[in-house]
Each structure stands twice: as C-alpha cells, then as structure tokens.
C-alpha cells in the first residue's frame, strides 16, 4: 500500500518535509519548505520560475501567507485536484488560499498563466 511506505520512498518526497519555513510557490501553490525550493526547485513550474538553486527568486516567487493545505497523490484521479486546478500538476501538497503575486517580467505558459489567475481571484475574494 502506498500509504504504508516508509520514509523517505517517493510518497514522502513530495511532502514538506518540515513544518516549520513552509512557502507556496505563487504560481501553482506547491507547499514545500523553502530549503526544498532552493534545492530542488518547483516539481510543476522550475522550468519558467527557475527557482532551484536560486535563493532570491524563492523568495520573489513563493509565500509563506498562504491558508490551509490539500494533498494530491494521483492528480489525474483526483476531483479535487480537478477543483483545485491542480489536475495536471505533479502529485504534492497544494494551498487552498495565499497571499502575494509573482515579480513582474516573470512569463508564464498559458495553463500556468489561468491557474495563477484564478489564484489571484480567489485571493481578491479573502
């Protein structure tokens, strides 16, 4: 059972692995810890945020304002991943609500262009 395995199997690595420095990346809302960031970059958005190894653009480009925290195993299974807009995201741990844009110039794919748009109306909405 996946749920079973031990730590450190990949159903772990996907999860924050400390509670305390927790950021959402202001993109897409992967909650990691902010080490997690700087080492290994965003599963979903690294490749236009370029956040992995980047100390200051972890800081720009995620938050730690950000309000609960939903966990998708299977994305493509998953209707809340669906709701959250996270259906084709990597499986993670995903804020419900945060606070903060991302930096200007920063250009964003068009599917990551609608989720951080409908992340900024739900915040408008707070």
Same mark, same amino acid.
């Given at each position: ?54 100390? #200051?653009?972890? *800081?720009?480009?995620?938050? %730690? ?5 939903? !966990?998708?195993?299977? @994305? ?7 709701? #959250?807009?996270? *259906?084709?995201?990597?499986? %993670? ?5 945060? !606070?903060?844009?991302? @930096? ?23």
């Amino acid at each position: 059972n996946a749920m079973e395995e031990e730590e450190g199997d990949p159903i772990f690595s996907i999860c924050p692995s400390d509670r305390k420095n927790q950021r959402a990346c202001l993109s897409c809302g992967l909650v990691k810890t902010w080490h997690q960031f700087e080492s290994d970059g965003c599963d979903n958005c690294d490749a236009f945020l370029e956040l992995q190894g980047n100390a #200051q653009q972890v *800081d720009e480009c995620t938050t %730690g304002n950000f309000f609960g925290i939903v !966990s998708v195993i299977d @994305p493509s299974d998953s209707w809340v991943a669906r709701w #959250q807009g996270a *259906d084709p995201h990597k499986p %993670g741990c995903y804020a419900l609500k945060m !606070s903060g844009r991302l @930096p200007d110039g920063i250009e964003l794919p068009a599917e990551a262009r609608r989720r951080y748009h409908r992340l900024q109306a739900q915040q408008a909405k707070s």
